[in-house]
């Protein structure tokens, strides 16, 4: 399609942001992260654990995502996000997604998590966050931005 020389520069683009970042957070201590993917339910919000690209970007900035035990999509009662007391808390952000950080940490049961206490709780669009692609990078550097941000500029 005579892109190649275009593609490539955006290839090059790429590889040199998540570069940065890998350096940026290189040898961090990792923080404990719960990515909720739907909160319809608050009381059990749908979520990412091994398995996902979500799981690998976690990794990447040195998350300890508290779903790694469950395998692909699926949910996590209050109980069990209470127990892992995530430093962290992401959620996916969109024009059709009501929650937003002040709900969230609003929600019963929610206020002693140590993310909601800290406020250290952060929307990543959604259409760099839910489908796998360039804008990955873009979710990545979100993720860097806000479980690292001592490491990110």
């Known amino acids: 399609t005579g892109q190649e020389p275009t593609s490539a520069a955006l290839i090059e683009d790429l590889r040199e942001r998540v570069a940065a970042v890998e350096t940026a957070v290189a040898g961090v201590e990792s923080v404990r992260v719960f990515y909720e993917v739907d ?3 608050p009381t059990a919000p749908w979520t990412t654990g091994a398995g996902t690209f979500q ?14 035990d469950l395998q692909g999509w ?12 995530p430093e962290v808390i992401l959620f996916g952000e969109g024009p059709w997604v009501p929650t937003t950080s ?3 940490a609003q929600r019963a049961g929610w206020g002693g998590i140590s993310a909601v206490v800290q406020g250290r709780v952060y929307g990543v669009d959604t259409n760099w966050i839910d489908r ?4 990955l990078v873009d979710a990545l550097e979100r993720f860097a931005e806000t479980i690292q941000p001592d490491r990110m500029e």
């Open 74 to 85: 699926g949910s996590m009662n209050l109980e069990q996000i209470v127990a892992a007391d």
């Open 102 to 104: 002040e709900s969230l």
């Open 39 to 41: 909160g319809t339910d």
């Open 132 to 135: 796998p692609g360039p804008r």
């Open 55 to 68: 799981q690998v970007l976690i990794d990447m900035v040195a998350g300890e995502n508290i779903a790694v």
